[in-house]
T-cell receptor, first 114, second 109 residues
């Protein structure tokens, strides 16, 4: 257990569905992240929140919409996804958003888009 | 552009030693991380190097040479549970993490 939980662990959705991924951290951290992990590719940073404010958005398509209602919770809302969006979506948290702080990851949501 | 290179896959024998290399080309350097990721699980932190040299932590050691843009992770007395992917990541001048694609380590009895 890393102190970061994600639900659901697996999700299958059609291209017209709307779904949300949830992440919760129990570590008292101030920064939270969404990553996309595809096979044999580096982790892709999607969004970073620090103290509930989005500080980075790495040109992610608008069909992905993040929400951070407080410093412990992070959501990723999904809408009209494409098959190439199928991947493992990882949430992480760190004490601050400085790149020298260890990031603690959740187990991920395995997303399949049909 | 920024780039992290590590081998895609390595195979080693239980009880042996294996070295996983990572080379990087980034705009600036503020430290290098190694993470372990078992299949279907979260990546977990192994080590952080910001100064040149070797850091030892039990069976795992991590080495850094900033002048060469090079690091390695050394795993001794390999156990079957060490079968996992090992991710190298560098913090650049903006303190953003640049990730490698990971090295899948297969341990054979």
């Amino acid at each position: 257990e890393t102190g970061v939980t994600q639900t659901p662990r697996h999700l299958v959705m059609g291209m017209t569905n709307k779904k949300s991924l949830k992440c919760e951290q129990h570590l008292g951290h101030n920064a939270m992240y969404w990553y996309k992990q595809s096979a044999k590719k580096p982790l892709e940073l999607m969004f970073v929140y620090s103290l509930e404010e989005r500080v980075e958005n790495n040109s992610v398509p608008s069909r992905f919409s993040p929400e951070c209602p407080n410093s412990s919770h992070l959501f990723l809302h999904l809408h009209t996804l494409q098959p190439e969006d199928s991947a493992l979506y990882l949430c992480a948290s760190s004490q601050t958003r400085a790149g020298v702080d260890t990031q603690y990851f959740g187990p991920g949501t395995r997303l399949t888009v049909l | 552009g920024q780039n992290i290179d590590q081998p895609t896959e390595m195979t080693a024998t239980e009880g042996a030693i294996v070295q996983i290399n990572c080379t990087y080309q980034t705009s600036g350097f503020n430290g290098l991380f190694w993470y372990q990721q078992h299949a279907g699980e979260a990546p977990t932190f192994l080590s952080y190097n910001v100064l040149d040299g070797l850091e030892e932590k039990g069976r795992f050691s991590s080495f850094l040479s900033r002048s060469k843009g090079y690091s390695y992770l050394l795993l001794k007395e390999l156990q079957m549970k060490d079968s996992a992917s090992y991710l190298c990541a560098v913090s650049d001048s903006n303190y953003q993490l640049i990730w490698g694609a990971g090295t899948k380590l297969i341990i054979k009895p």
